[in-house]
């Protein structure tokens, strides 16, 4: 923990910077690093303050949803704990300052030398007063913190498709104790709902915004609100139509790296959305939406029709709202007949793997999502999957078998990527090499 400290400070941050060209960070650069000699009592204050740090730094991260240390939103959280982020954030520049004290006399930093290396961090603390480090990741598609209402509201899908825990924000759950700083990481964040234990709702990964249908997730979230005590702000169903996904998105990339795990799947206009968990997803999945959400008795195109046909019953007796009605619902059932033939022609083959990745598993899919950024995003990973740029996927494998196993003979990290080693075959030349060393 002491050494933990010192990594974090600001002295030796410097130092580091003054080795770097072009902000290439290398191991070489951290070896030639110098590393004070530290007194026991010294270093068990370090220790100390290393991990009031770390705690304090855990627990403002309990409120962020792709946290391995989520609890619950913020809006929740307070309620249910003595969580105040304003104080932590004061506490954590406090202990900051006192550790770049230390380490600035540990290294022996004249107080020219501590403006230099304060000032070359962004910083203008001086050892007693706030730190501000304007080091955050600036990528444009990085994840960004989001307003309590839009955290609430997040969790709330989360919990209906069972990935959250509901119980901690009413107390018949107790929080997750906190772990040792060198624990090995777990497989799940403590506000996630355990193995085992039965969800808000039961699903099996496939919910919808359908007003009336037994799995529909506006009303779902609505439920969950009112079973916290949890006032329903506005229009959830709008929130979930026109808010949500670019929310998600953005709430699950970053470094360039997308991967949502809520997908809305919808009609042509929008005015129907299946959304599926990425994590429950099998090559089954699709066939469930067409069978059981689609077609089948109690289908939307069951229903549907049904409503057409009453609507035409009454002839000439309809009202003008009854015929726009009827024409609505007409142009409904044409696009729900798209979007199930989509997926039937798609559904046979499709083979989701998750080692392969959200962008590419999802990308066969892109004619269905109807966020143009992210749809543009997976019409491009679909085309390069058909170049053949991503042929170590499981999806490729599944696709185009004969492509992908023509080059594993060539190629053998693909051959391992797809447990086909016995296809390589070693160049002449290599070949020959090891028959000269072996002799």
Known sequence: MASMAIFNSSAYSFLVSLQIAAGSYEAGVILRTPFPNIEKSVRNTLSNLSFQAWSKKRRLDETTETSLAFVLPAELLSRVSDHHPAALETELTDIQSKINAIAFDLYGFSEAD?????????????????????????????????????????????????????????????????????????????????????????????????????????????????????EVPGDVRSWLRREFFPLHL???????????????????????????????????TLYTVINDFIEGPNGKLARIRSDIAGFREKGSARSRDEDRALEALQTLELELIELRDLMLQIAPTYRPNHDDGVQITAAPLWEQFRHKPWQKVLKDTWAKLKKGDYDWAHLAMTYWPERVCEKCKTDKSLAIAHDLEHLYVEPESTARSHRNIDA
């Open 114 to 230: 501590r403006a230099a290396a304060l000032a070359s961090s962004g910083s203008t603390n001086d050892g007693s007063g706030d730190v501000v480090d304007d080091a955050d990741d600036t990528e444009e598609d990085s994840a960004e913190a989001i307003d309590r209402t839009d955290g609430l509201l997040a969790w709330a899908v989360g919990v209906s498709f069972g990935r959250f825990d509901w119980r901690l924000a009413t107390g018949e759950r107790e929080p997750v104790p906190e772990p040792d700083p060198f624990d090995p990481l777990p497989a799940k964040s403590p506000g996630m709902l355990p193995d085992c234990d039965e969800p808000f709702h039961a699903q099996n990964g496939i919910l919808v915004d359908d007003q009336g249908h037994p799995h529909d997730l506006p009303r779902l979230i609505e439920e969950l609100l009112q079973r916290v005590e949890n």
């Open 250 to 284: 953005k709430q699950y990339s970053k470094s360039r790296r997308k991967a949502p795990i809520y997908w809305p799947l919808s009609t042509t206009s929008g005015s129907y959305t299946l959304w599926l968990y990425y994590p429950s997803l099998t090559g089954q």
